[in-house]
């Protein structure tokens, strides 16, 4: 009777777009183009694409094969599938524990963006003549308390608000309406940099390869990348995948998010190179690259008024409907395991996530001196969240699929919806089947060894 009043995607462009929203998120407008132009434009990007291919598809495939299969949260969906072994159900409760953590902190930078519409729209821009100065000012912005908590909380309200209408009403129509939106002022914006005087370095940087910038470490950030992007490891997607049809078919479905979500970072990475290429500012400003750079190239351009609005309105956008992915698996496993309902669970889990917040906003006034290994809580969640949970969590969902639950009855659920891509492409499903149980794990692992610093602490002994 639970699993009959289930709520579901009213359509399989609904689920398209809310996963691909889940994965569209900060990773791709800001930490894609700042990664890129510190590992060399376009070789970085051909390395990120095979990483994509590689590791990112094949471990969603599975994550959303979990979840439709079992059509429960992580915790139930592992429970469910290995009979209730007490290891399996404490790795979906790792996705679990992952989406609150993460949650917490990412409200906070997507707090920063949401401020920044009104900064923009402030005209304050205008007052910085260099990338130093915007930076300046960004950093007085998050010492002030009010101004930093105050957008978080507001985020999280918008981010509950959305949860809280449920799947169809709130998630699904959300997803419908932001990620037009979303790729619409994208495209604006891309336009806009194109047609910059000078935008054409910005393009071959961006597009030309640069093989002389390829090393170890950026191989290892592109399969970082490739990973985090597509919220792999974190639930979120397996409990998308919950809400979706066994009638439709998944691997088709799992391409257009990769597609979109690529696609996303590709035009962000050109819509900015060609801003900061044409005002004659560095592309490998790091993190910084949003707050501190792009503000000053739009002082620089024609239009840069209103296009620095249309920016952070984007920016917000598309940390969104990642958040709202993030709440939700909070939200599932408290109606699935606990009984319930959504409101409730949206209300008490969505206000404690914002509680858990506040240190990682104090991080950077009132907290500023408070420390964990020489890290403020703000870098400390986003190094377990980020650097451990995520890509444990993402070793084992491949792991489980290909050695655990096995192939002889994962790929029987895998065919449902799928049956002429079977009969069609055979060699499709050979492919997935090799790279999740051989190149996954192994490539998830280098990773994580690399992300902890063992790597680096090898190579230094070595």
């Known amino acids: 009777m639970a699993q009959a009043k289930r709520e579901q995607w009213g359509s399989k462009i609904g689920f398209i777009l809310a996963a691909a929203g889940s994965a569209i998120g900060l990773g791709n407008i800001w930490k894609f183009p700042y990664i890129t132009g510190q590992y060399g434009g376009a070789a970085f990007i051909l390395i990120y694409l095979i990483c994509t291919a590689i590791i990112g598809l094949p471990v969603l495939m599975a994550e959303v094969l979990i979840g439709r299969t079992t059509q429960k949260n992580p915790v139930g969906a592992f429970k469910k599938l290995s009979e209730g072994s007490k290891f399996w159900t404490a790795i979906g409760g790792m996705g679990v524990a992952a989406g609150f953590i993460i949650l917490s902190y990412y409200a906070v930078v997507a707090g920063w963006a949401l401020g920044y519409i009104y900064q923009a729209a402030s005209g304050v821009f205008y007052e910085f003549s260099k990338p130093e100065v915007a930076g300046q000012y960004f950093n007085s912005l998050i010492s002030d308390t009010v ?131 044409a005002t004659g500012l560095s592309p490998k400003a790091g993190p910084g690259l949003i707050f501190h750079t ?38 599932a496993y408290f109606i699935d395991e606990k009984g319930w309902s959504r409101h409730r669970a949206v209300i008490v889990f969505g206000g404690l996530t914002t509680l858990f917040g506040l240190p990682s906003a104090f991080s950077y006034n009132l907290m500023g001196d408070f420390r964990i290994f020489g890290l403020n809580f703000f ?16 070793f084992f969902i491949s792991v489980f699929v290909a050695y655990y639950w096995g192939y002889k009855k994962a790929l029987p659920a895998l065919r449902d919806g799928a049956e002429n891509l079977f009969e069609k492409y055979p060699w499709v499903i050979t492919g997935w089947k090799i790279l999740l149980k051989y190149f996954a794990p192994v ?10 610093g063992i790597l680096k602490l090898i190579a230094d002994i070595l």
């Open 147 to 277: 101004w930093n908590v105050g957008y978080f909380v507001l985020f999280m309200a918008l981010t509950m608000g959305v949860v809280y209408s449920g799947v169809k009403n709130g998630i699904e129509r959300g997803s419908k309406i932001m990620m037009p939106v979303l790729f619409l002022l994208l495209i604006i914006l891309v336009i806009r940099g194109v047609t910059l005087e000078g935008a054409s370095a910005g393009i071959k940087y961006f597009l030309h390869p640069d093989w002389s910038h390829v090393t170890g470490e950026a191989i290892l950030a592109a399969m970082g990348q490739s990973f985090f992007t597509l919220s792999l490891g974190m639930g979120a997607m397996l409990t998308y995948g919950s809400y979706m049809s066994r009638k439709e078919n998944l691997p088709s479905s799992a391409v257009s998010i990769v597609t979109l979500d690529t696609l996303i970072a590709l035009l962000a990475g050109l819509a900015i190179f060609t801003g900061v290429f």
């Open 294 to 331: 792009l503000p000053v190239v739009f002082t620089k351009m024609p239009g840069g008024y209103a296009f620095s609005i249309l920016f952070f309105v984007l920016l917000t956008i598309a940390a969104l409907t990642s958040s709202i992915s993030l709440l939700e698996v909070i939200t």
């Open 379 to 394: 870098d400390s969640v986003d190094f377990l969240a980020a650097n451990i949970l995520l890509p444990v969590g993402g």
């Open 443 to 452: 490539l998830i692992f280098l990773v994580f060894l690399n992300s902890i």
